[in-house]
C-alpha cells in the first residue's frame, strides 16, 4: 500500500492506459528482482564475499536516501508541465520496483529466508509467495486511484511525506541490524 501514492504522483500526467500499463510493468519487474535475489542471492554474495550484514548497512543507505528524499524535498510530488504530459515517464523500474518496493530491504530478506533452509520444498513455497504479492502489488496499484481521489494531491503529498519518515525509520533498522551483524562475525558482540 505503501508505494499506491508515490505510484499515482509519479503517475500523474500519465493516461488511465499508460497508468495500467506501468502498474503491470512495476508488479511484474518487483516480483521478478525478488525472485531472481531469493534464488540466486546467496551465490553471490558468496562469490562477491559480502556479508548478510554488510548488505544490510548498504541496502539501509540507499533506503535512507529515497526516504529522506519523500520525507524533506517532496521530489516525487512535483508536477510536470503540459508537455511532458504526452511524454509519459516510464517509472516501472527505477524509482518503483528498484529502489522502492524490491529494494536492497526486500533483496536482504529474500536472501536471508533462502540462506535460512535452503531445501527445494521452501524455494518452491517462496517462490509462489513472490508471485502472490506480485499479483497483490498490480491489484493496489490499479485500485490506487480510489485513494487518489479521497486524500486529493494534498492529501496525498502528506500521505508520501508521512511514509517517508517509516521508510527512514526502516532504513536505520537495516543499518543497526547490519552493524550488529558485523559486530557478531567479529566477535566485538
Known sequence: MGA????????????????LQQAKKVALNASSIIAFFFVTGQAILDFWGIS????????GLLIARTAWTFAETNQYQTVTNSQEVTQAKDI????????LISGPGAIGLVIGLAAENPQWSNYLGGLLGIAMLGITLYLCLVWGELLVKVFGQSGIRVLSQVLGFFILAISIQLL??????????SGLS
Do not use: C, W
Open 92 to 99: 516501472a523500474l527505477i524509482p518503483m520496483a528498484v529502489p
Open 176 to 185: 543497526a541490524d547490519g552493524i550488529f551483524a558485523l559486530l557478531q562475525e
Open 52 to 59: 548478510l550484514g554488510v548488505l544490510q548497512i548498504a541496502g
Open 4 to 19: 499506491v501514492p508515490i505510484f499515482y504522483s509519479l503517475t500523474a500526467n500519465a493516461s488511465k492506459h499508460q497508468r
